[in-house]
């Protein structure tokens, strides 16, 4: 593994090799900032520069440590990730067991807590003693997508090292190097956002099959009966928990390109939209929609979105999101059309 395989954040990655080339590693690192952007690779190639056991800012690759490293079973590198919804106390408990051995194989050791965003609260708690009072030779390296759930204690005794949305040229052109079409890899890179990960994601054969139900989704909502409404609610409960966090990106990022259309030109929307290959589906949408309802119905999928964060019933809060969209009618002399009704 090597620096290059990162796209993006030439900043933190010279941050970072200066503190393995000065020696004056923090005991705890927090890598933070949006999911699929790197975050999780750049803390391995960390750990491994970290490991090597010639110290260098670039890892040898051929050292016993390095070796291990690459071979996935190097005895001095540990990473937690959630299980299930969260990360538990008994796995901080883990944690602080397997710390508390000295260093096997050379002299130091790197401890990942990937989503720590995840830490239950006992959790948190556990880890902030460790935190304050760090085994030696042991650093601590949390990821996580935000701070919000995080303790101030725990925030507080990191050195924090923030990582934004990556560049969409510098998606694109990684998108091309690894063999994609040139059009293919701008409507990705586009709809990704800057999140690496999503846009090699988005490539996939069923990659953008969840944009597809939504946009689909959408189309039929302004075409079915009002008795059948409900059903149209159903079929998002069938969907899992990352296909639903998948429909409202994709919904939110169409609901915000059918607001462009309105409100900009050609030129302009043709610069700025993410969903450039979906304008057959925008303008039909366009035709039962003015600007006020888009901007409700945007703000209808972004509550129910929340809802279900905080653990809302997903049928009950799907069922309020479609009968709340259904209202957002132009007037019903515009549904009486071939298409259907509006929102």
């Not at 959630?82 to 096997?104: H, M, N, V, Y």
């Not at 030779?137 to 990821?143: A, E, G, R």
Request: hydrophobic share 45%; charged share 25%; proline share 4%.
């Amino acid at each position: 593994m090597t620096w290059d395989e990162i796209i993006g954040h030439s900043k933190q990655i010279e941050r970072l090799k200066r503190l393995i080339t000065s020696r004056l590693i923090p005991h705890a690192l927090l890598f933070i900032g949006p999911d699929g952007i790197g975050k999780r690779l750049t803390a391995h190639i960390f750990a491994q520069n970290v490991l090597c056991d010639r110290k260098g800012s670039q890892a040898c690759q051929v050292c016993p440590s390095c070796k291990a490293f690459i071979a996935n079973n190097h005895p001095d590198f540990y990473e937690l990730v959630p299980e299930g919804a969260s990360l538990k106390i008994d796995q901080i408990r883990l944690l602080q067991k397997e710390a508390a051995f000295t260093p096997r194989l050379n002299q130091g050791r790197v401890f990942i807590i990937d989503e720590a965003e995840k830490l239950t609260t006992q959790a948190q708690n556990s880890l902030l003693k460790i935190l304050e009072e760090p085994p030696p030779q042991v650093i601590f390296i949390l990821i996580a997508s935000n701070r919000q759930n995080l303790l101030e204690t725990i925030f507080s005794r990191c050195q924090e090292i923030r990582f934004d949305l990556v560049a969409l040229d510098a998606v694109r052109i990684a998108l091309i190097q690894a063999g994609w079409p040139q059009q293919r890899a701008e409507i990705a890179a586009k709809i990704s956002q800057g999140r690496v990960a999503a846009a090699f994601r988005f490539l996939e054969t069923e990659g953008l099959a969840i944009r597809q139900f939504a946009c689909e989704w959408l189309i039929n909502l302004l075409e079915l009966p009002a008795s059948r409404v409900l059903d149209h609610a159903g079929k998002l409960t069938e969907l899992s928990p990352e296909e639903r966090s998948d429909f409202f990106y994709h919904i939110k990022w169409l609901l915000r390109d059918l607001l462009l259309s309105r409100l900009c030109n050609k030129q302009n929307y043709l610069f700025l939209a993410v969903n450039i290959d979906q304008q057959t589906v925008l303008e039909r949408l366009g035709r039962y929609v003015q600007e006020q309802q888009v901007r409700m119905a945007l703000s209808f999928f972004i509550t129910a979105e929340q809802s279900l964060r905080k653990n809302g019933n997903p049928r009950i809060t799907f069922e309020f999101l479609v009968l709340s969209l259904r209202d957002l009618t132009i007037g019903r002399e515009t549904s009486a059309d071939s298409c259907g009704h509006p929102f």
